[in-house]
């Protein structure tokens, strides 16, 4: 009788661990992330940032000579001279684009990052706190929640357009923080009452070395993923209020206003409103992929096979 053999060491992971491989078996992210970085790479080598040149020739405030109409030259296996055409005063729209899609994602990130600060700092502040400190403060949240997102941001935009693209983004982090910070709320009233809170309270810990050192980092989950859904919403928001003239101004540009710049051209010179659209889909695609599959490598109940 052949006995069975024992199983061989079963290797463990930390959780930090488990989370990394959920997030890079998520094809969907996986890709996103490529095309993402690739959009990021192209918009910031190929004309430069402040003094740091590209290796692109042109810039986008230069005019030239139209060619062909200003038609795009890029073709399957050629870039030409202007591989996203040219714009009705001959400027060349590639570096343009790059130019835009630069801003867009400047403004968005920086969007994200500080609307999840803010929603962060109040959520968990009224979900420990309690009492009138969460009444004001969910008042407050309840208060820019029914007001229409686009109105309320393009009306303090308007008031705060002198101070440039800084300007929008602190408009833009003002308002987009609600959600979160009702999420965190949640995520804090269920742990302020966990053994291990009441153990920091008992030896007399600062109740704001407990929020942050012990109750925040439990939350890093969802923190994580709503700030990539508000990456997602912020170059979408910035891309509206560009539209609608609220958001970034000439001489600079964005997405957005190529598109609200070129909305007249589109039955006559279409390619100056399908690059710039494309590059908002596109970054507004990936971003929220990749929000997917971050929500699903924290997702404590998911069990894939071979974890």
Known sequence: MVGLLPDGPQKSYSQAQLIRRRFF??????????VLVFITLLAFTSIGIGPIPGWWDKNFTSTGPSIDGGRPTLGWFTIGEHPFGQDTVGRDFFAATMRGTQISLIIAFAVGIGSTIIGTVIGALAGYFRGWVESILMRLTDLLIIIPLLVLAAVIARRASDAGIWGLVVVLAIVTWTSLARLVRGEVLSLREREFVSAARAIGTHPLRIMFRHILPNTVGVIIVSATFSISAAILLESSLSFLGYGVQAPDVSLGLLISDYQNAFTVRPWLFWFP????????LCVSFIGDGLRDAFDPRQNRKGE
Not at 25 to 34: E, K, S, Y
Not at 277 to 284: E, R, S, T, Y
């Open 277 to 284: 659209g494309m590059f908002i889909l596109a970054i507004a």
């Open 25 to 34: 078996r998520h094809r969907g992210a996986m890709v996103a992330l490529a």
